[in-house]
């Protein structure tokens, strides 16, 4: 309790300024502090700032970017302001923030051609451009391919609507006129003492051309929701230019409204639940493209929804006026009432899934990582948004299920994955104060509208899709691994029936390896491991139906097979004999070819063949570098994460201290009352004195659990931010770790020295493995002596005791229990042992590093290069052979 007490302390210092907050006692030396500190104003110290990336203003509620000094920051509560809105910062009172968020402003410019692709997706996003921000970073756009752009290079990117190309155009032109002059990116005030703001029409709107802003006749920025429009006076105006004053409201007569009733309405104004599904509007237009697919048997449906909006799109918009039932859209084209269909849903103030749900929906798809868990999390969250919300997407879902059963019909047996990615970014969207985080969290949306299309139930049935395309494997030129010491053997007979010449034969390894060598493959793509029982059984493990189906091959009286009987003289005619028969008559649901095997030579040995060795070190070293950089992401994100974390149990438990505490005060005051009845006439005045200190007190609490709720649940937001990005990341670090260790391999393969690989990659870890022995001439080491290492009649306690306490690298080789050779070695104070693995093929610690004739060469090899690409716990190589020196 005095943990908390003390806690509490910290946080009350932070928000409350008042003396009797903090428990001072009551009477004339409060109530002077108090008069002193209700006189005293808190004033924003703010400092000019830079950016790259946009930042929200406390004023306008509009994102702050550009090139020069864009705003300014207070030093104190770290709330920023456009340089126009600073004016306005003393309505905003300051609370200073001990533990803010990490700090996002520069203290130098940073030009737009040092911006990153991530930059420019953020840059996007804060100006209404979200829909593109995967484009651009799929594209890679980066700033000095932005103010590069034109109509024809947006277009070659697929965006191929004049509007959209404009609008987008018009803001990289604003940001190199930014750039040019140095000037803040914020509207110039005019007239500023004639500004009023008393614009009664004025309303929040989507327009569909290019407008400019009355007040700073620049033009509005992004697709949706660009500004306010007065429907009295015809005035458009930034939010920016609302927010710090706007010319005086003139009537101009009769005017033709350019704001339609039909788009930007809430969902609940627009129909009541009882008497329909939906809006008339999605009503008619679901109807109608239903219609318009059963007429055209050449529409491509699931483009339909992809298409560009038709040049007579924007009248029909204008002219829709209120929308009800009676309308009809028989003479509008399919791609017109499909735009129509997306104008409305985009434009909702708040999207079907409303934003205040948007982190629960986006923390089940991040979280969980079984889709049927999944599923069943966001059928949960269905059932808690506004029952306007959840009647318009079952309408919503339940037409595009139709739409998707229709084109299955027509032959077209892929999943609808253009279809998702259109609607991911209609159907949710995060609140406009965090609308940034569309950059990192595309792929979460695109797995939510997956996952609520294809498995949710809508009361409509879906047909059973193909699994997604992938390119099936390539066949190997010829069978042989790529490797120095056996390129001078003749390859393996492609007709042999040895297993271990098997391209899909890929030996001991585990099925977790297997499913990411099978993952996002074609049907049919198979491969054969060993069997988990380690009983000199097999298992074939085949895609079907976008999954992995694994198959036992069994075998008796030396003949192999699925079932009973078996007939097959080998685990290799068993596979060719099913290249060419269906497995349905194993079994039923399995009819199948084995068409495609993932070979354990293909990619390794093409490029091994055909780069040449300095691109091969160009490609190493290109991964290792984005590998470090990923890494270093990663790290500092998980950093930010836990410190993050210890300050939300810090919060947390303050804010629920507090909560007591406002308890305690509610009670103190019930009592106040109670004894104000029963208190002699002399006494009410003291009474009443400390009743207005306890009602000050109260009011203090209340609004300081507000702000350190507030606060904490910005640091909630942050938090779950950092979680979904550490989650993004991993999978890609594992990618580049995957490619560099391949690329590792191929470099060794090619000759090239361990220590030359470690100078590449630049790491000192690397680095520090690596003994004075590996610069020395190989035929000069004592390692060629095999008598120095080789232990004859040595066993596995013999190794331990003469190895202990020797220094690491200090090796042996000796006779295993098993009748095998193995490595003993000392390794961090630790001796390990390691069986090396005999086969046709020569020595070797695994596949595919089984490539040395002789014990030999094996040891030579690893005296120059780390044991750690085969345990991570090895980080050394074998620097001393037992009985070369005597090592202490």
Request: one cysteine or more; aromatic letters at 8%; a negative charge.
């Amino acid at each position: 309790m005095v943990a908390i007490v003390k806690l509490l302390g910290s946080e009350v210092n932070n928000t409350i300024h008042h003396p009797s907050a903090i428990g001072v006692e009551a009477g004339t030396e409060v109530q002077k502090l108090m008069q002193e500190d209700t006189q005293r104003v808190d004033v924003h110290r703010l400092k000019e700032f830079y950016t790259a990336t946009p930042i929200l203003c406390a004023h306008c509620n509009d994102y702050i970017w550009g090139i020069g000094v864009v705003g300014e920051e207070c030093l104190d509560c770290h709330n920023c302001f456009h340089k126009v809105c600073s004016r306005f910062s003393s309505e905003r009172s300051c609370q200073n923030v001990s533990d803010p968020l990490p700090r996002q402003t520069l203290d130098s410019e940073k030009p737009i051609s040092e911006w990153t692709s991530l930059h420019v997706a953020e840059w996007m996003a804060a100006l209404n451009f979200y829909s593109y921000t995967d484009v651009f970073r799929c594209k890679d756009i980066k700033g000095i391919d932005l103010i590069h752009l034109d109509e024809d290079k947006l277009m070659n990117m697929g965006i191929k609507d004049e509007f959209h190309q404009k609008a987008i155009l018009s803001c990289i032109e604003e940001l190199k006129t930014k750039q040019t002059s140095n000037t803040p990116t914020s509207p110039e005030i005019k007239g500023e003492d004639e500004l009023v703001s008393q614009h009664l029409g004025l309303a929040q709107h989507s327009f569909s051309t290019l407008e400019k802003c009355t007040k700073c006749q620049k033009y509005l920025r992004g697709l949706l929701h660009q500004g306010f429009f007065c429907q009295d006076c015809g005035l458009i105006a930034h939010r920016t230019c609302a927010a710090n004053g706007l010319p005086g409201c003139v009537s101009i007569g009769e005017k033709v409204p350019i704001v339609s009733s039909v788009f930007g309405r809430s969902l609940c104004s627009m129909f009541n639940v009882s008497e329909a599904p939906a809006p008339a509007i999605v009503m008619i237009c679901t109807q109608e493209l239903e219609a318009k697919a059963k007429e055209n048997g050449s529409l491509e449906l699931y483009n339909l929804y992809a298409s560009t909006a038709p040049p007579e799109f924007n009248d029909v918009c204008k002219n829709l006026g209120d929308y009800n039932a009676e309308h009809s859209m028989q003479d509008y084209s399919a791609m017109c009432v499909a735009s129509i269909l997306k104008k409305f849903l985009r434009e909702l103030p708040d999207p079907i899934i409303p934003v205040q749900w948007y982190d629960l929906f986006l923390d089940a798809a991040a979280r969980i990582k079984n889709d049927d868990q999944c599923e069943s999390m966001l059928n949960q969250l269905i059932q808690q948004i506004p029952e306007h919300h959840r009647s318009t997407l079952k309408f919503v879902m339940a037409h595009l299920c139709r739409m998707c059963r229709m084109e299955y019909a027509r032959g077209n047996r892929n999943p609808p994955t253009v279809l998702v990615q259109v609607m991911c970014h209609i159907l949710l969207r995060p609140p406009w104060e965090h609308i940034i985080q569309v950059v990192y969290n595309t792929h979460h949306h695109n797995r939510i509208v997956e996952l609520l299309l294809m498995r949710c139930d809508w009361g409509e049935k879906l047909p059973e899709f193909a699994s997604a395309p992938a390119i099936p494997p390539r066949k190997s030129s010829h069978i042989g691994p790529p490797t120095a010491i056996n390129k001078d053997k003749p390859p393996p007979n492609p007709n042999s029936t040895s297993l271990q010449d098997a391209e899909w034969y890929w030996g001991d390894i585990t099925r977790e390896e297997v499913n990411e060598k099978l993952s996002d493959k074609v049907d049919g793509t198979f491969l054969v491991r060993d069997a988990s029982s380690k009983c000199g059984e097999y298992t074939l493990t085949l895609r079907k139906g976008g999954a992995n189906k694994l198959i036992k091959i069994c075998h008796s009286n030396g003949k192999y097979g699925f079932s009973e009987p078996y007939q097959y003289l080998s685990v290799v005619d068993l596979i060719n004999h099913f290249k060419t028969v269906s497995l349905s008559q194993y079994n039923s649901s399995l009819d199948i070819k084995l068409l495609y095997p993932v070979s354990k030579y293909n990619q390794e040995e093409e490029m091994n063949n055909n780069e040449d060795i300095e691109r091969l070190i160009e490609h190493f070293v290109d991964i290792n570098r984005r590998l470090k950089e990923k890494n270093c992401l990663v790290e500092r994100y998980k950093t930010d994460f836990n410190k993050s974390l210890q300050e939300v149990h810090s919060k947390r438990q303050a804010l629920t201290a507090l909560k007591e505490l406002v308890t305690v005060f509610n009670e103190q005051v019930v009592t106040h009352k109670i004894f104000k009845k029963e208190a002699q006439p002399h006494e009410v005045a003291k009474l009443n004195e400390n009743n207005d200190i306890l009602s000050c007190r109260m009011k203090m609490m209340e609004e300081s659990c507000e702000q350190l709720d507030e606060n904490l649940r910005q640091r909630e937001d942050y938090n779950r931010s950092l979680e979904r990005e550490i989650v993004y990341l991993k999978p890609k670090v594992r990618e580049l770790v995957k490619e560099r260790d391949k690329y590792h391999r191929l470099l060794l393969r090619r000759g090239m020295k361990q220590t030359r690989i470690s100078q590449l990659m630049q790491d000192p870890e690397s680095s520090s493995v690596i003994d004075s022995v590996d610069d020395c001439d190989v035929e000069t080491l004592p390692h060629n002596e095999e008598k120095s290492w080789f232990l004859v009649n040595c066993v596995r306690c013999d190794a331990e005791r003469l190895l202990a306490g020797k220094a690491d690298g200090t090796f042996l080789v000796r006779k295993s229990s098993t009748h095998q050779y193995a490595l003993s070695i000392a390794c961090n104070g630790v001796v390990n042992h390691c069986i090396i693995l005999e086969t046709s093929k020569g020595y070797g610690f695994s596949e595919p590093y089984i490539i040395y004739d002789s014990l030999k060469s094996l040891v030579l090899h690893y005296a120059q290069n780390s044991l750690e690409i085969h345990n991570d716990s090895l980080n050394t190589t074998l620097k001393y052979p037992i009985n070369a020196y005597a090592v202490k």
